[in-house]
């Protein structure tokens, strides 16, 4: 009986051992827990900036920072905290309110600790600001210019029926006034829309969009509008076959060159909307004289069309015969 109980005990006590460590290991954690987050650390924060309220008149010609970086210190839980939070509220600058904003010398700068105020309200944390990059925020303005710069859509369109469609991409304005410093409007010419993709596109589509403003002039312009209207219109393709005159380009003056025929077939896929344009005015078929030069039997021709958005698919025949006749 009792080496029994002796047993009994023997199996018993690895498990108190097992469990008297697991509660010390969850003290411990817990100690090393309080105590990291009574600790102080040092962390860089990015604090966006907003600056409204221009001077009227004046341009500013020199980026403007998007971000404050603020070194900050404050103890483990209230970094914490500041971690959990989804975003951290902008910097508001009343650029109106600069002191020396309206002189004459154009230029003006502000601290940017004093642009910040209380950096522990705008947390919602008690912390301890130790340094903060740009230190200073400068404001540099010049002679403002205009120029007319085009809008071009970025459009990807996966049609419902990918086969014999044709798009037309309107766009509404097609160009907008860009007002900025001389050097800057020289080296543009064109801004796109943001990139929208259409799926299973099958009707007219009719969509606003964002002007795309390149990230290197970001701050530098002033657009007369920042979004346009795309109008996207789909058309079948269709067939049509006309009768087109052989023209020969580049003879000499005193040399006749006729072909045979004299015609020829023509066979053209193109919209609706533009199937009565097309005719011996907007189609052209053509050889080249100096082809004859190399001694050919026959001349290739040539076809081209003054209406965009349409393709020559067949052309009969592709090789004309020909005769010189010298004066």
Known sequence: MRGKSLSAIKRKYPARRIFSFFVCLII????????????????????????????VGKRIVNKLPPYIMADIKTTGAKLLMLLMEKSIAEVTVDVSKVPNIKSASGNASISTITSIGNLSKLL????????????????????????????????????????GIFKRIKVNPQYIMVSSDSLTLAKTDTFYTEKIVLNNLNQRVEQQVVIDVPEALDGLVSLSDTKVTLQINLDEYAQKTIQVPVQVLNAPPNIN???????????????????????????????????????????????TSSILNNKITYISPPKVEYIIRKP
């Open 124 to 163: 919602n944390v008690e912390v301890d600001l130790l340094k903060v990059k740009p230190d200073s925020i400068h404001f540099v303005f010049g002679k403002t210019f205009t120029k007319k710069i085009f809008i071009k859509p970025l459009v990807q369109i996966n049609y419902a029926i990918p086969q």
């Open 28 to 55: 411990a954690s817990f100690l090393w827990l309080i105590n990291a987050l009574n600790r102080s650390y040092t962390r860089t924060v990015a604090i966006p900036v907003n600056f409204v309220n221009y001077p």
């Open 257 to 303: 060159v006729k072909t045979f025929p004299a015609f020829v077939k023509v066979t053209l896929a193109a919209p609706y909307t533009v199937f009565d344009s097309l005719n011996t005015n907007t189609v052209k078929a053509s050889v080249d004289y100096k082809q004859t030069l190399t001694k050919a039997e026959k001349l290739t021709v040539s076809v």
